[in-house]
Structure formats: C-alpha cells, structure tokens
C-alpha cells in the first residue's frame, strides 16, 4: 500500500508541465520574458516541455574545424607512440643480444679455467667450483632473459594493437 501511494506520488509529479510565459517588450527595445503579465502590448505564450524531437544542432564551421585538428593531433600522437615502441623493441632487442654475448663470454672463460683443472682432488674440488659459477652464470642470464622476453613481448602487443 505504501508502495503504491509512493508510485502514485511519482506519477503526478512526473505529469506534463507547462506554464504561461509573457513576451514583454522592454523600454530600450529589447524583449523581455516574464511569468507575470506585464505592462501593454504583453503577448502570452504557451511553453510546454520539450517532445525530445528536435533537429539536431547544425555543426559551425569552427567546430568541424576544431574536431579535424583534434583528430590529426591524435593521429599525431598515435604515430609518434608507434615510433617510440618500435626504437624501445629494437634497443631492447639489441640489449638482449648482447647479454647473450657477454653470457657467452663469461661461461667461455670459466670453461678455458675449467680446462686447466688438474686431474687431482684439488684439481676436482677446483673444477666443481668453476661447474657451479657456471651454473649461477647460466641462471642469472636466464633470469633476465625471461624479464626481457615479457616485457618485449608486452611492448609488441602494444605497436600491433596501434596498428590495427
């Protein structure tokens, strides 16, 4: 019941409006609008609430202007960030290759060490030294290498989604 009084309520209040509204003209000239009845020569108009149908707004020349500057200036900026993935995927590319080298390089001097190992237990002690730093060689690269790949492929993702 009390939903019902509430909904009601809504309803009356959500009726059509409308108000009498009187176009006055002012000492200087100018029109004035008014809810009163003015001095002589008032002209009542009836204004009712919009129907929603209304023509469209006709676009200025200046605003179709401004809408083409904003979208070369997107257009700009799109390219720009195109550019930008595609130097950061190259350098990163580049800085990649050469972790690789220095990885290269680094495990090919423990191995030149390795091979002077002496076939003594001390020579052996010294070898599974040199296979463990190896190893610690091997994963630190690794490590990087799987940052790097994320992160490359993270920065492809975004050029080919700028492209389309």
């Known amino acids: ?13 959500a009726a059509p409006a409308s108000a009498q509204i009187y176009k006055c003209p002012a000492p200087n000239g100018s029109t004035v609008f008014s809810d ?3 001095a002589d020569g008032a002209r009542p108009i009836t204004v009712t609430p919009a129907s929603g149908h209304a023509a469209a707004p006709q676009e200025s020349a200046g605003q179709r202007t401004s809408d083409r500057l904003s979208a070369r200036a997107d257009e700009m900026a799109r390219t720009r960030r195109i550019r ?12 990649m290759s050469g972790d690789i080298d220095r990885m290269n390089t680094e ?6 060490r390795k091979a002077r190992a002496n076939n003594t237990l001390a ?15 091997t994963a630190r690269y690794q490590a990087k290498a799987t ?13 080919e989604a700028l492209l389309r």
């Open 36 to 38: 009163a009845p003015c």
């Open 107 to 112: 495990l090919g001097g423990l191995q030149a």
């Open 123 to 137: 020579g052996a002690t010294w070898e599974a030294s040199i296979s463990q730093e190896m190893q610690a060689v």
């Open 84 to 95: 930008e993935l595609g130097y950061e995927i190259r350098d990163l590319e580049i800085a």
């Open 1 to 13: 019941m009390k939903h019902a009084m509430i909904l009601a309520v809504l309803f009356a209040a």
């Open 147 to 159: 940052v790097d790949a994320a992160r490359l492929e993270g920065l492809q993702k975004q050029r």
